[in-house]
């Protein structure tokens, strides 16, 4: 089994940062897409942004030049640093990563339990 487990989440002021990790652990044979999304109250899920197994990164426009995802592939872990955050970054964040299991040729979707962020004006 796999499991994600996200970090970092908190009550900030607008204009403020926080740095979200989510780090995989379990029967990991190898990790290839990672990403973050959120889900504010009475909205759908939505990506914020995703990182490839090589690195190559993508944004949701609203948080582009603001956030910025990495990862480390040794720790198994993604990282989603938020700079000038805004009243409307306000949601639950989740990580997402497409792992392959050890012994299993095929790879799956797994999701984290969600962190909150909430940005005060």
């Known amino acids: 089994q796999v499991h994600l487990v996200e970090s970092g989440g908190g009550l900030v002021q607008a204009g403020g940062s926080l740095r979200l990790s989510c780090a995989g652990s379990g029967s990991i044979f190898s990790i290839n897409g990672m990403g973050w999304y959120r889900q504010a109250p009475g909205t759908q899920r939505e990506l914020v942004a995703a990182i490839t197994s090589g690195g190559s990164t993508s944004y949701a426009d609203s948080v582009k030049g603001r956030f910025t995802i990495s990862r480390d592939n040794a720790k198994n872990t993604v990282y989603l640093q938020m700079n000038s955050l805004k009243p409307e970054d306000t949601a639950v964040y989740y990580c997402?990563?497409?792992?392959?299991?050890?012994?299993?040729?095929?790879?799956?979707?797994?999701w984290g339990q969600g962190t909150q962020v909430t940005v005060s004006s």
């Open positions: 997402n990563a497409y792992v392959r299991i050890a012994g299993n040729p095929y790879q799956s979707s797994y």
